[in-house]
């Protein structure tokens, strides 16, 4: 049989985030953001006290990581995100110093070939607006506007392909709900509220953006796009309703809320109603349905590294008295990265292509991450010293060999970006997992090596085919 192959358009990237990758912290005004202020609070709770401060040095690598990007790896183009807190400073002026660099970055792309993709928001918050209540308070909303506003004016003229934020279910979760990040709350609704301001800082973001159209300001064919994790879900064989119910509140609040706002400005009403039915009331003002109707994007980024099984909850309320919809639920039948924890189900890109078809049928995307990282990769090298990271070939296979097909059957997928294509920092699990298809080697001053799936990778960008 032949090898599964991917349109001649389609794109092949990179995708990554200014604080994983930036590093010069503090340095020409940077101000300091929530990972900043977490490193100083806290070193360890850092992998192998690794904060912030260094990212995998692009601010000085950044013009021989764009050729690797280009000429080893064969990639067309690469997204990052803007800082806000170099952008910015604390009057929500332009810091010069900051405009500087990603001028010089968009100009370093386009010189050696690599599209830059350029997103506003990577769970960076400054820590001065953090401390004025983060996403909890409206006026953080606006201070997003004008960000998104003085980014477009002033950048407008070299990038092409913007988005307003990456994954903005992960903030929610992560910050607000879950007590993994930095400061550790742990409560449902403060994370719904937190969502549902973002997804009003996401339809102004959009706003400003057709203004900034209308003036002349962006290139003729600039488009905006929003970037979020789609966990297609699952649950159990023969499901009970409850079960059911479980599928459609975590679709409802990860999936269809994000889907709903960018193809038709609005939230989905049911999951809306049961929010509130269950003591979940989301801070909405009037005049906001107008504010969301303007959150229609032009294109999506979708996220994939893992589905979501959940089942019926074992209890209604959890110990901060907010409701709990769904228990995970664990497939007997998971094949999982040890290193993530997270379950490698190739197929789940598949089905979100199949749904965003059905249920949404105009609405184009790419797959704007992707990835696999290892703990302790180092002990793959091979004599010679290079990673030899077969797994990662065999994961990128399986996932674009799925995308292939699901094109065939019929879904609007337009490329395809790889997470973290030169090995960066993971938050608060640092370099401990590296997704890189080259590595970064922390002992030699972050010397670039590639691995083994560097040559693969080449060959399938540069051909199209899956080999
Ligand atoms: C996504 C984020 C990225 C990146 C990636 C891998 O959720 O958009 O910023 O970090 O996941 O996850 P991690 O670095 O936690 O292993």
Redesign the pocket.
Known sequence: MSNPTLPQDFFLGAAF?GP?TEGRWAEDGKLENLWDTWSIENIDDFYNKVGSYVGNDFMTMYEGDLKLYKETLGLDSVRTSIQWSRFLDENGEINPAGAEWYHRLFAAAKAAGIEMFVNLY??DMPTYLFRRGGWENREVVDAYENYARKAFAEFGQEVRCWFTF??PT?EPEQRYQEGNWWPFIKNFNRARTVQYNISIAHAKGVQVFREAQSAGLMLPDARIGLIN?FMPPYTKENPSEADLEAVRMIDGINNRWWLDLVTKGQLPQDVVETLAERGCVLPIRPGDDEILARGTVDWLGC?Y?QPTRVQAPSRDVDEAGCPVFADKYVWPDAVMNES?GWEVYPKGIYDFGMTAARDYPDLEWFVS?N?M?IEGEYKNRDEAGQIQDDYRIDFVRQHLTWIAKAIEDGAHCVGYHY??AIDNW??N?AFK?R?GFIEVDLMEGYQRVPKKSAAWLHEVATTHVIS
């Open positions: 985030s994983q990577h769970f990456n994954e992960v994790a996220n590294y993530r991450e990835g990282g997470w973290g993971s938050w699990n997992n997704y």
